[in-house]
């Protein structure tokens, strides 16, 4: 039983994180641009947001949940102006889409780190985590279920799950999300229809990248207490997770709890008597997320269900 509600609380921290950034590329794809700046966009939102909390703790100017609410805000500020370059260079200057968004990735991991050597004076930032949850009230009484969700958990969680809830109902309910997705599937009707594809693909580039950058900073609190600029390769599994669930929040959730847990097995096998049991060599279980990512593509990419208008320029005199 120990064994499960272990599994099950890294399953949430390695999930949520990656539900948040799979729902960042909803937007950004369900307006038409394809948005594979996310591992960039998650390192500058988790180097922001980690370098402002390192100076609150150093100098005792903030601590506790205002300190980490704040640095939140930053990381989404900081993803979504830097996701404004790829909107630029994807939209207005009809750039390649994934050209311009793995120009962002290489570029990101450089400039944390140059600017964090030169601020801090090493790669790593360092931070305290002071906001791990031991025991939810109420909740965690529930028997079974208290112990495996509301147990060492973090606020971040709901976060997430408050996330998926808006998304869900922006995307299907509300006049914008109509239009949203009016832009990935047919921009010349939507132009048509005296609605403008250009502010609506920057709406869902820039929520995509305050929602990357708000994950880069999820992704690192609950598991490390330092960021030296990596974020796992959890930008390219966030697409990952998007393709297998077919652009649909509800199937996103699903898919990225799936691979969640398969990243929980790969973290933290050791700590699971059964796996360890086994005796299968450490890299077999590290390699895990990656491998079931390739199957994934493998079997799920001829079925896919993008946007008509993924990826494709919008030119107002053409059709």
Same mark, same amino acid.
């Given at each position: ?60 100017? *903030?601590?506790?949940?205002?300190? *980490? ?8 500020? %900081?993803?979504?102006?830097? /996701? ?18 793995? /120009?962002?990735?290489?570029? %990101? ?16 930032? /360092? ?50 999300? *109509? ?126 269900? %993008?946007?008509? %208008? *993924? ?9």
């Amino acid at each position: 039983m120990n064994d499960i509600v272990f599994l099950s609380q890294r399953m949430m921290m390695f999930g949520i994180p990656l539900l948040i950034v799979a729902l960042a590329a909803t937007y950004s794809e369900r307006s038409g641009v394809i948005n594979i700046a996310l591992e960039g966009i998650m390192i500058v939102g988790a180097f922001s947001g980690t370098l402002f909390i390192y100076f609150m703790q150093r100098n005792g100017a *903030l601590s506790g949940y205002p300190l *980490l609410f704040i640095a939140l805000i930053i990381a989404t500020v %900081a993803g979504m102006l830097f /996701a404004a370059f790829h909107a630029f260079a994807s939209i207005n200057m009809s750039a390649d889409q994934t050209i311009s968004g793995t /120009a962002l990735n290489l570029f %990101a991991p450089a400039i944390v780190i140059f600017i964090a050597r030169v601020v801090v004076g090493i790669q790593q930032v /360092a931070f305290k985590n002071e906001w791990r949850i031991r025991a939810v009230p109420l909740l965690s009484d529930i028997p079974i279920i208290g112990r495996m969700f509301f147990t060492n958990t973090y606020v971040t969680t709901l976060i997430g799950i408050v996330i998926l809830i808006v998304t869900q109902y922006v995307l299907f309910h509300t006049r914008f999300g *109509l239009r949203l997705r009016s832009a990935g599937e047919n921009p010349h009707a939507t132009d048509a229809a005296g609605i403008s594809v250009k502010k609506m693909r920057y709406a869902g580039v820039l929520i995509s990248g305050a929602l990357g950058g708000l994950g880069g900073l999820i992704y690192i609190i609950p598991i490390s207490v330092s960021f030296d600029g990596n974020v796992a390769g959890y930008g390219f599994l966030a697409m990952a997770v998007l393709i297998f669930g077919q652009w649909k929040p509800k199937r996103i959730a699903f898919a990225a709890l799936f691979f969640g847990l398969l990243q929980a097995i790969s973290a933290g096998y050791s700590g699971i008597s059964f796996f360890r049991d086994l005796g299968i060599p450490q890299v077999y279980f590290e390699i895990l997320p990656y491998a079931a990512t390739l199957v994934v593509l493998v079997f799920t990419s001829k079925s896919s269900a %993008a946007p008509k %208008a *993924l990826g494709e320029i919008f030119d107002k005199g053409k059709r």
